[in-house]
């Protein structure tokens, strides 16, 4: 009778401790702290995407690399000081991270509505769903209640962020890190379809000749980048989707199909290895694709939040203050 008394007692508390945790994030969490929240950023990204269309990748990007290092806390946003050795200036990241000061937009429009309430985190992915909806992706639900961290790790930006370089078993292994799966992996590369990269990145896959990649294709990508390295030279854009660059469609997939993906780390999704299923199947439907990008935005944005008393409400985005 004890024995079972205390199982009961033990599981009482786990499945307590489960809905404790999985309570605390929720698309409800502002509804009577700040209601005006959502509509506030939403509003402010909408502006910043509608003078630069660019930007809404580049603030889906901007999200996924805040949640891979130290989880969905905001630490990407942390500039340098005596205490802060920022993400912005690791590898993946420098001269390539961008929408910063568009985040900073949107919090200081927030602050004036609700002062000290909403992070700069669960801004990070309120400003996602927007961006991504704005471009003509799909909406979700965004989970709220995230809080901002006080340090940044530009060490773990270096090794748990992929680059443009990964193989297709690197790749998988920086999602599996995150709990995605390869599916997953996939899926949210797609948003490379309104995305573009700088020609540094490129430049080895569009001049080496290789089986991987299609002739003509190459040659046209050739013109928009010189195969000599200068500043100028390397920081020249190209649309990762040349067939419709400012949609947000299934043509990545497709492209990468027909040999024409444009950084390698995009092509080896479609290399005969065991993602080929994933990139055949959203070629073929654009509304599974949409689907599913919706559902693994929400589970990336589940990364490592610090709720509760952890973290805090930074007031500034870019320092803790």
């Known amino acids: 009778m004890a024995y079972r008394m205390i199982t009961s007692f033990v599981v009482t508390l786990v499945l307590l401790g489960t809905i404790s945790c999985d309570a605390q994030l929720s698309s409800t969490f502002y509804d009577s702290t700040c209601p005006n929240a959502l509509s506030t950023i939403r509003t402010s990204i909408r502006t910043a995407i509608s003078k630069e269309r660019r930007m809404a990748a580049s603030l889906i990007r901007l999200h996924f690399h805040d949640c891979f290092v130290q989880g969905c806390d905001a630490s990407i946003l942390l500039d340098d000081s005596s205490t802060i050795e920022s993400e912005k200036s690791a590898r993946p990241n420098v001269n390539s991270v ?81 709990n995605l799966s390869p599916k997953e992996m996939v899926t949210l590369s797609g948003a490379h379809t309104i995305g573009q990269a700088q020609c540094f990145t490129f430049r080895g896959r569009i001049y080496n000749n290789a089986s991987d990649i299609d002739a003509g294709f190459a040659s046209t990508r050739q013109r928009g980048c010189p195969s000599s390295s200068t500043t100028s030279n390397d920081q020249k854009l190209a649309a990762l989707d040349l067939v419709t660059p400012n949609s947000f469609d299934n043509n990545y997939f497709k492209n990468l199909i027909q040999k024409k993906g444009l950084l390698q780390s995009d092509q080896v999704l479609f290399s005969g290895g065991s993602t080929n299923s994933f990139v055949s199947e959203y070629s073929n439907n654009p509304t599974t694709f949409k689907s599913d990008f919706a559902t693994a935005m929400i589970k990336m944005g589940d990364i490592e939040p610090l709720t509760g008393s952890a973290g805090v409400i930074r007031s500034i985005c870019s320092a803790v203050n």
Request: a positive charge; proline letters at 4%.
């Open 98 to 178: 961008r929408g910063f000061e568009i985040i900073d937009k949107a919090k200081s429009e927030v602050e004036k509505v609700c002062p000290g309430v909403v992070s700069c985190a669960d801004i990070l992915a309120v400003a996602a769903r927007d961006a991504s909806f704005a471009v003509g992706g799909p909406s979700w639900t965004v989970k709220l209640g995230r809080r901002d961290s006080t340090t940044a790790s530009k060490s773990l930006a270096n090794t748990d962020l992929p680059l443009f370089t990964d193989d297709l078993t690197t790749l998988i292994s920086h999602f599996s890190k995150k």
